[in-house]
């Protein structure tokens, strides 16, 4: 409760903030008041969403996904507002204390400088570009598939692989979907890569099993020459809702395994498989997740890579790339390719090839998006094909990775 009061109040002091600029450009009443029965509007879905109509036992919905966007594209706007609005406070204050204790006015107030206008102007026509982007990442951002493709080479790769695909998904998120056409035409871009193999590096679902069954048919239709593997992530466990017992979670974990085979996915839960061609083997290791912080840490690398040559090549499927960054990647045994999911991105930030890659997640994770290496190693951090939360994308788009194997030629 208490928390929900410091939340209300802040959300209340920014907007007040807000109005100000509104106000000063505006002193039709009807459009003050209409401001305010939008903002309580937009508070009140929001408080009723997350705490009143709030089930622990389901999670996150489509509803309370609407909510959180809606609240976003309402609110975020109004916080660049008060920065321009506040800016202009420090600087309105000093003069009119100036006014008061140095000329001796004792009516300083009265010469307190009125808002400016143009300084209103400039803080809603700045607040129109995170509304624009917000609004644009909500209804198109979020189906805006990307398919981003890599050319990796690597000295110790058998020449029967040389030149083998991967195609990559991660943190699918089914719980949130909402358009079915979209989805499709995600399935279909990922099948138009015509690769050997699909890789998928875990959250299946948002919290519960049952999230995945409309959208069993849909995915099954994927498609790839050597099969099709999978991981879980964090979402996966069913660690976040409230269940009536340890049973029906230790169920949901069940019925969620035999989804992914229904779907056609091996699912390696800390196992390996070999990949042969051409009396070449490729060695394909799946972890459970394993995260920093307080995520789960049911990954085993020692148990998952049982049985497998030292010098094998190895591709490694482990959902949190900070797992890469704290067991992998300075692990007794070489790993030269793990593909992770689990940041999303932030599903927000600014990317521009060649020139900027940012977003406010990368104060949480060291590898948060795209290819990094380290002394010969190689991670992707797919950035993820759905969404989680907020039901929008914006600048960080849905992933599709290819990735493209070569064997680098010794000069």
Excluded: C
Aim: avoid cysteine; aromatic fraction near 16%; proline fraction near 3%.
């Amino acid at each position: 409760m208490i928390r929900w009061i410091i939340f209300i109040a802040i959300y209340l002091l920014i907007d007040f903030y807000a109005f100000q600029a509104f106000k000063t450009l505006s002193k039709n009443k009807w459009l003050l008041i209409i401001y305010w029965v939008i903002s309580f509007f937009v508070l009140g879905y929001f408080l009723y969403q997350l705490s009143i109509n709030f089930d622990k036992k389901i999670g996150l919905t489509l509803s309370t996904n609407k909510a959180i966007g809606v609240f976003l594209i309402v609110f975020v706007p109004k916080v660049f507002v008060l920065f321009f609005m506040f800016g202009e406070d420090v600087i309105r204050t000093p003069q009119a204390l100036f006014k008061f204790f140095i000329q001796g006015d004792s009516n300083g107030v009265a010469y307190f400088p009125s808002r400016r206008k143009f300084v209103s102007q400039i803080a809603l026509g700045i607040a129109a570009l995170p509304f624009g982007a917000l609004f644009y990442g909500i209804f198109k951002g979020k189906y805006n598939y990307k398919v981003l493709k890599y050319t990796l080479e690597f000295e110790d790769l058998p020449k029967a692989f040389d030149g083998y695909q991967i195609t990559q998904i991660s943190d699918i998120h089914s719980g949130s979907f909402d358009n079915k056409t979209k989805i499709e035409y995600g399935i279909d871009l990922i099948n138009q890569q015509k690769s050997d193999l699909i890789l998928f590096t875990g959250d299946l679902v948002n919290n519960r099993a049952d999230e995945m069954i409309p959208w069993i048919d849909t995915f099954k239709q994927l498609k790839a020459k050597d099969g099709k593997y999978s991981v879980l992530g964090n979402h996966d466990y069913g660690d976040y809702i409230t269940w009536e017992s340890d049973e029906a979670k230790d169920q949901n974990l069940q019925d969620l395994e035999e989804i992914h085979q229904e779907l056609g996915f091996d699912l390696l839960l800390n196992k390996n498989r070999t990949l042969e061609k051409n009396n070449a083997k490729l060695a394909l290791i799946g972890v459970e997740n394993w995260g920093a912080g307080g995520f789960k840490k049911a990954g085993d690398l020692d148990k998952a890579s049982k049985g497998i040559a030292s010098d094998s090549f190895k591709i490694l499927m482990s959902h949190d790339p900070s797992h890469w960054d704290q067991k992998v990647k300075n692990h007794d045994t070489h790993y030269h390719l793990t593909l992770s999911g689990h940041t999303h991105g932030m599903q927000f930030g600014i990317e521009i090839p060649g020139w900027i890659k940012w977003s406010p997640v990368k104060w949480r994770y060291k590898y948060w998006a795209g290819i990094y290496e380290e002394a010969g190693r190689f991670l992707n951090v797919n950035r993820g094909f759905g969404f989680l939360a907020f039901p929008g994308r914006v600048g960080i788009w849905p992933e599709i990775t290819v990735i493209t194997l070569k064997q680098k030629k010794i000069v």
